[in-house]
């Protein structure tokens, strides 16, 4: 059993082993059949397991080694290969060419089919070149060819690169086409997507709405730049494209535009430059435009920069307009400021203003003081108030603000204002806001007060006031000049002034304008003129030349006055003047007349007479020559004075007559007055008096010799009845002592007289001397007020004053007073008071002495200082005097420069006064 199951088991070992080595030897023998067939991955298992025996090949050990070695070398090559053999064109391929037929597709049944069988789709494409090849033709070479397959359930396209190349037999003759392959379709759709992306890009590019442009390369070459681009640089296509930029557009070269794109270009940096100015052309020229640009720098998908991508737009425009937008912003600015305009806002809702700086002013703020709508308001005048309100409701209606008020500044200062502004309107159809402007007017209101006072003082004038041009053109007429001329000033604006003018004084207008255009101006020009009713009118006229802006002369104004009855009336004084030259002729007297100036211009017949002068030689010498040398400075002194102050002229004189002997003339001169109490002339008459003069000077020198003749034997006696009076003093013999007394008193009189009228005799001759010292005034009136008082002890002499100091002769100025005092006494039998007072005026000591006696008329003010001149009347008559007194009086104060004066009314006193300068 052991044995047989030994023997069984040595029978199944070797069994086991005969199977297996059978098997290694069917195996060997398979190997050594398909030898070529070996390796070759799936497609190699797939050859070697196929049943060729039915194949169009035949079993594999039938194949020529031509097919074997081809098999072989495609089996074992990692290149996608396939082979068309025989005449059938059997198919045959390796793992590599095997996805190339894709899933459910020909694939494994083409192996070893005919290629026609497989390839039906391709086989119009494919059989001219293997027929080419097998023809003994070249190996053919195909890239990227698209030949669609069936495969993967479905016809694709596919892309190929192929190479067809003939494999020879044993013969030498081809018997198949080797195909080496590799299908490119991954590639070319790659390609394609690219190409298509590209295309896109591009078309980006091209189609973008801004100037775009790629850069390549460190040279920025253009690559592609779109219509914009182009436009932008002012350049053709050609002329740029596929160039460095800076070749194509020379232009924009150094404005630093090259180390910009080569810094992007060289860091990767992006560069965005704005409103930036480039100098590019345009038309033929350069202009400056403004771009906005960007450059980026072009990445590849490893990163690196190949280029640059530029994209621009030209701002020029907005550039300009927003230029213009501030120029025109800056230019209302500078005509706000010019204008010294204030600007502002009122929110109408919320009473919110908004103003400038100026507005500010114009209303007396500061800059920057906070001011609500409410305080504005406040500022207005209150008589504007209803002018503004009326304003603001005509705005709502109209949309517009104009009104001109009066504001009141914090300082009470009152200004002019107008303003003017716009009202803005909500949906609604609401007012919101309000936007304008104010002016301060306040000067121009006074420009056109001054000229509605012009206007006025024109309109009222009497006067015609005319305005013509330089073409003699009236361009303004007043009131005065219809009232003078009866034309209206319709009638007259517009026409030639000749219409006025009567025909003999045309030259006379034509040489006044000759004068005006030369700046000059026509004064009091007394001429004639025509009025509308043809009428000769004596016309003076003002002719000033007006000024333009520029100071040219564009016209003349005329003043003209109508002095016909001026004219009249001179003719008529003419007239007059004629018949009282005949009359003044006629008389024995000298009759003379000067005009208001006091220049003598007429003598009678009796001065030419007396004087043996000529017309001519008064006229040439002046009619001073007719007075005596002596007499002839107080003579013009007294003339002026009389002129000057237009009181009577009096004044005696000696004439020299033809045969030279010079006789006293007494002259009296009164001025003749026009109704507005003018002085229009003076008429003069002067008297012979040599006669009366003559008994004077008899008279003087009696007086002059019979005082100091009685001085003597007056002084003696005077000193007898002294000498009795001492001697009687103690007698019995009352009647012996009174007549004593009597004498006495009567020669204090006598002795008072004698002096007074030797003092006459010295100022008449000149002689009167005075012995000035330094003494106090009020010293000297309190001895001669006591003095006087003691005298009359009947009256109350009241003597107030202020001391001073005065530089004048005592004596006289005691005189003086005694005089006054004495005077007072006398003119006031009834009124016992009398008052002295003294003061300082003007550098000058007055004196007054008020009595309240019988006072004097006013006639007799005027002469009671005149030598021996006394007031009649009854009452005077019965006051003792000579009338001298005051005249000696007069020249003593004179003499002193001093004044003698009276104020009285009759029957209410009298206050005499002196006044004798003050020490210096
Ligand atoms: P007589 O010696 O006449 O007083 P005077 O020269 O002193 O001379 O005065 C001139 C005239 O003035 C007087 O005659 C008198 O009429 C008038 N007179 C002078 N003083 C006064 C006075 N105080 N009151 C009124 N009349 C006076």
């Not at 003792?880 to 000696?888: D, E, Y």
Request: a negative charge.
């Amino acid at each position: 059993m052991c044995n047989l199951l030994i023997k069984d088991i040595c029978f199944t070992f070797f069994s086991i082993i005969w199977f297996c080595m059978k098997q290694a030897v069917a195996k060997n023998f398979e190997a050594e059949k398909y030898r070529f067939l070996s390796g070759g991955g799936d497609m190699g298992n797939l050859m070697r397991s196929k049943d060729w025996s039915a194949s169009l090949v035949g079993p594999p050990d039938t194949w020529p080694q031509s097919l074997r070695t081809t098999l072989s070398i495609i089996l074992n090559s990692k290149f996608p290969m396939f082979l068309f053999w025989g005449p059938d064109l059997v198919c045959f391929y390796n793992d590599a060419y095997r996805p190339s037929l894709g899933n459910e597709g020909k694939h494994p049944n083409i192996l070893g089919s005919r290629g026609e069988d497989y390839w039906q789709e391709i086989w119009p494409v494919i059989k001219p070149l293997i027929d080419q090849v097998l023809a003994g033709g070249e190996a053919t070479w195909s890239e990227d060819q698209l030949i669609p397959i069936y495969r993967n359930g479905k016809m694709e396209d596919v892309y190929w690169t192929f190479s067809y190349s003939p494999v020879n037999d044993e013969s030498g003759k081809p018997a198949g086409v080797f195909v080496t392959c590799n299908e490119t379709t991954e590639k070319v759709n790659t390609f394609r997507s690219l190409q298509e992306s590209n295309r896109m890009y591009v078309n980006n590019i091209v189609q973008a709405p801004v100037a775009m442009c790629i850069f390549r390369g460190k040279d920025h070459v253009v690559e592609i730049a779109n219509e914009l681009m182009l436009k932008l640089w002012g350049k053709k296509a050609g002329e740029v494209m596929h160039k460095p930029i800076f070749e194509g557009l020379p232009e924009a070269k150094g404005q630093g535009l090259e180390p910009l794109l080569d810094n992007v270009y060289n860091t990767g940096e992006r560069f965005i430059a704005n409103e930036r100015a480039v100098s590019l052309p345009r038309n033929g020229r350069l202009e400056t435009i403004y771009v906005n640009f960007v450059y980026e720098a072009l990445k590849e998908a490893d990163g690196t920069i190949s280029g640059v991508v530029a994209t621009a737009s030209d701002v020029t425009s907005q550039k300009t307009e927003r230029k213009k937008l501030e120029e025109s912003e800056e230019k209302l600015n500078i005509v706000i400021d010019a204008s010294q305009l204030g600007t502002w806002e009122l929110d109408l809702r919320t009473k919110v203003i908004i103003y400038s700086d100026r507005y500010l002013e114009m209303l007396g703020y500061n800059k920057g003081d906070v001011v609500m709508h409410e305080d504005l308001v406040k500022q207005l005048h209150p008589d504007d108030l209803a002018t503004r309100e009326k304003a603001f409701e005509k705005a709502f209606e109209t949309g517009v603000l104009d009104y001109q008020v009066r504001v009141i500044w914090k300082d009470g200062s009152v200004h002019w204002l107008e303003a003017k502004g716009k009202v803005f309107y909500d949906e609604a159809g609401k007012p919101f806001k309000m936007i304008g402007t104010s002016r301060d007017i306040t000067e121009v209101q006074q420009r056109e007060e001054n000229m509605a006072r012009f206007a006025a003082i024109v309109q009222s004038s009497t006067d015609a006031i005319i305005s013509k041009d330089l073409n003699g053109i009236i361009t303004s007429w007043n009131a005065a000049a219809e009232q003078i001329f009866g034309y209206t000033e319709k009638e007259m604006i517009g026409q030639p002034l000749l219409r006025l003018i009567p025909p003999d004084k045309i030259e006379e207008e034509t040489s006044i304008l000759l004068q005006i255009k030369s700046g000059e101006r026509v004064n009091h020009f007394e001429t004639k003129r025509i009025n509308k009713y043809n009428e000769l009118l004596d016309i003076s006229l003002n002719i000033s030349p007006i000024r333009g802006i520029h100071g040219n002369i564009i016209g003349a104004s005329k003043i003209a006055r109508d002095i016909t009855p001026q004219k009249e009336a001179e003719r008529m004084i003419a007239a007059n003047e004629q018949k009282f030259r005949v009359l003044a002729d006629s008389m024995p007297q000298f009759v003379w007349t000067g005009d208001a100036a006091g220049n003598i211009n007429y003598f009678n017949q009796a001065v030419y007479q007396y004087s043996g002068l000529s017309n001519e030689q008064i006229k040439k010498e002046g009619w001073l020559q007719i007075v005596h040398p002596d007499d002839r400075e107080a003579n013009v002194k007294a003339w002026m004075d009389s002129v000057q102050t237009g009181t009577d002229f009096i004044f005696e004189h000696r004439f020299g007559r033809h045969d030279g002997e010079y006789r006293w003339q007494l002259s009296r001169a009164i001025p003749q007055r026009d109704a507005a109490g003018n002085i229009q002339m003076w008429v003069g008459t002067s008297t012979d008096i040599q006669e009366i003069k003559e008994q004077d000077q008899q008279k003087d020198f009696f007086i002059s010799m019979a005082s100091h003749e009685l001085k003597t034997p007056i002084t003696s006696i005077k000193g007898y009845v002294q000498l009795l009076r001492t001697a009687y003093a103690n007698s019995e013999d009352m009647l012996l002592k009174k007549s004593l007394g009597v004498i006495d008193k009567q020669i204090i009189t006598l002795t008072s007289l004698i002096t007074d009228l030797l003092d006459v005799s010295k100022i008449k001759s000149g002689s009167l001397v005075l012995n000035k010292q330094d003494f106090e005034i009020t010293e000297m009136i309190s001895e001669v007020t006591n003095q006087i008082q003691h005298v009359n002890p009947d009256h109350h002499i009241i003597f107030s004053g202020k001391p001073a100091t005065v530089f004048a002769d005592r004596e006289r100025i005691s005189q003086v007073l005694i005089n006054l005092l004495t005077n007072a006494v006398k003119y006031s039998p009834n009124s016992k008071e009398i008052t002295i007072k003294n003061f300082i005026e003007d550098d000058h000591v007055v004196v007054s002495v008020h009595d309240s006696g019988i006072g004097i008329s006013k006639t007799d003010q005027e002469k009671i200082f005149e030598r021996f001149y006394r007031v009649e009347g009854k009452d005077e008559k019965t006051y003792p005097g000579f009338g001298i007194g005051l005249f000696i009086s007069s020249e003593i104060i004179q003499r002193h420069d001093g004044k003698i004066g009276v104020s009285s009314e009759p029957g209410k006193g009298s206050v005499f006064y002196f006044s004798i300068p003050v020490k210096k």
